[in-house]
Structures are given as C-alpha cells and as structure tokens.
C-alpha cells in the first residue's frame, strides 16, 4: 500500500509539472502559433454562442477576443473550443487551451486545489429560479419539494442545497450534461424548476419555444462571480489575460471607445497617454507591443460596450448593469490603473 501510495503521489508530481512547465509558455506559445485557443460554453446567449454564420458572440467571446488584440494585435485570431462544465478544467489543466472563457464561477476549491488562477470578474452573478408561470409560484421559499433541472459539473446544485436545508425545504435535482439539455428538459416538463445563475436564466429563456410562459424568480441565493482562467505557475500569461479585462474596465472609466480612441491617440491626459501606449511604461512589463490597450479597445470596445451589445438593453437579453455598473456608477467594476 505504501509503495502503491509512494507511485501515485511521484505521478501526480510528475503530472503536475508538466503542466507548470508547459503552462510557463504560454504567451510565446500564443505569439508563435498565431492565434489564442480559447474555451468557450456550448452555446449560451450573450456569453458564448455561435450566430447563424457559425462567428462566435458574447461577453466571453469578447474576453478572449481582447486577449487576443493584446497578443497579436488582432482580436480575430481566437480559436473557439466549446467545452460542457465537466470538461472545462481538465481541458485547460492539460493545456488544451490557452484561457477559459466560459461563465466559470470564482470559488476557493477552484482557485486552489485545480492548478488555476482566475484573472478577474467579468460579471457579479448570483444563483436564481426559472419557472413556468402555470406553477403559481412567486417566491423560491415556495418550491418545497419542487423538481429543478441543473446543469451537472456546477455549482448550482450545491448552492441549492445550502438554500433548501437552510430553510427546510426539500428538492428532486435533476441534472443534465449541457446547458441546452438543461433548458430542453425544463421545456418538456422534466422539472419544475430550471435553476442556474441568473444572467444565464435570461439566456435561457430566450431558447424557450414559448420564453413569456416562464418567469424569473426574485430570490438571488449565492455570489456568482464569472471571470476567465488560466493556469498556475504562468504570470507572465496570467498577467497578459487579467491586464486584458482591466484594460476594457479602465477605458470606460477613461470614456474611451472603439469609436473615439482614435482620436485620443494625442491626448493631453497623462492617464490615457499612458493607456494608449504613448508614454509611460507601454508594454514592456507585459512583453506585449505598446498600443496594446489600444487595439483591445479599437477592435473590441470598452466594458461598457461589451456589456451593451451582449448582455444589457441592446441584446436580446436586456439585462441592466446593476453591480456590474463601474464603481464610480453605483456597481463593483473597478480596475487597478494603468500606470
């Protein structure tokens, strides 16, 4: 048992340097190949999902497109790789792909027992209920005995169970491998309840045949922080991918757009004559060319309007910003400054 115990302990040390030392060139990986490899959902409006024309759209969509606008000066050069919630780790653990762009939630067990480091929050969420109006049900503390589809390999189901032993209630999960299996169990009266983070509830319930036939529930029972991840025992990657989403913080706070930035290229503004690479330290902490801000806003936008054409009133999905307004706006966006 010993020597088994001894073997088992040298492979997972074996696994887990291949992967660190695979992982400590990701950046000159990335510049050589010529292209980000990035792992995206199956397909979840407004975050990840392929249009009638198969080009990949949401906000995910646009983190990675920025990382590649920093990387290669080219927000275009992203491989897409769709990955279900069971294999979304595995996947980036084995180097698979360079970042995971895919409404992943930040918790401790994700952050220190996987070999990941998550590079931000791309979105505040929090964990509600989907349910068809016939039910006539208007709170969760309604939902008692309920049946409820979830997504496996997330956290939701736990989350549900805190919040149903919490309050002495009882529920009948019923889980599925993908989102779409999810919603299409719901649809066909597998469940009562379709619970997931709310963000994604609104995503959905736009798949519905019927979408005004289910409604979202007020209650919010967990924090749902989304954001990208990447490998341990990478920081220059690491800082390349969390210095991408702040820099599309950073230039809505700034008031710079993809329409305007342009324009501010000779600004007389120390904070974005630094953030368009003409002074300052430009881009040599992050090996990356100076305009690299530049090109993540000129090709992608700001966060705003990531925000706005994915997510908020000009999607489909028309979700307001909420917490996810910037700081000096009433929300929790906030990035370290670029200086």
Do not use: H
């Not at 294999?87 to 952050?111: C, K, P, Y």
């Not at 983070?197 to 959905?204: E, F, I």
Request: some cysteine; hydrophobic content about 40%.
């Amino acid at each position: 048992m010993k020597k088994m115990g001894l073997i088992a302990a040298t492979a997972a040390m074996t696994v887990g340097f291949s992967v660190n030392a695979s992982a400590a060139d990701t950046l000159a990986s990335v510049k050589e190949r010529g292209f980000v490899q990035c792992g995206v959902t199956t397909g979840v409006p407004g975050y990840s999902n392929p249009d009638d024309k198969g080009n990949w759209k949401g906000m995910d969509v646009d983190v990675c497109r920025g990382i590649a606008a920093a990387t290669l000066g080219d927000a275009e050069k992203v491989k897409y790789i769709p990955l279900n919630a069971k294999e979304r780790f595995t996947a980036l653990q084995s180097g698979e792909i360079d970042v995971l762009s895919r409404v992943t939630t930040w918790t401790l067990t994700r952050d220190s027992s996987l070999g990941l480091n998550f590079a931000g929050v791309t979105y505040y969420d929090g964990q509600g209920f989907l349910i068809n109006k016939g039910l006539g049900v208007n709170s969760a503390l309604e939902l008692d005995g309920a049946s409820m589809c979830i997504q496996s390999g997330t956290t939701t189901e736990l989350n549900a169970a805190d919040y149903f032993r919490e309050n002495n209630m009882e529920f009948e999960p019923v889980v599925f491998d993908t989102s779409d299996q999810t919603v299409k169990g719901f649809e066909a009266g597998r469940c009562d309840v379709l619970t997931s983070d709310q963000s994604q509830l609104y995503a959905l319930r736009i798949k519905l045949s019927n979408p005004s036939s289910a409604v979202i529930l007020p209650e919010i029972i967990s924090k749902e922080p989304l954001g990208p991840v990447v490998r341990q025992g990478d920081d220059a990657w690491f800082n390349v991918v969390k210095w991408s989403l702040f820099a599309m913080v950073n230039a809505e706070e700034l008031g710079l757009t993809s329409k305007n930035i342009d324009s501010n290229k000779n600004s007389k503004n120390p904070n974005i004559a630094r953030f368009v690479g003409a002074e300052g330290i430009k881009g040599t902490g992050l090996s990356l060319s100076d305009n690299w801000a530049y090109n993540i806003v000129k090709q992608v936008g700001n966060y705003g309007e990531a925000f706005e054409r994915n997510l908020g009133a000009s999607s489909p999905l028309k979700i307001e910003r909420g917490l996810n307004a910037l700081w000096n706006k009433g929300g929790l966006q906030y990035a370290p400054p670029i200086r």
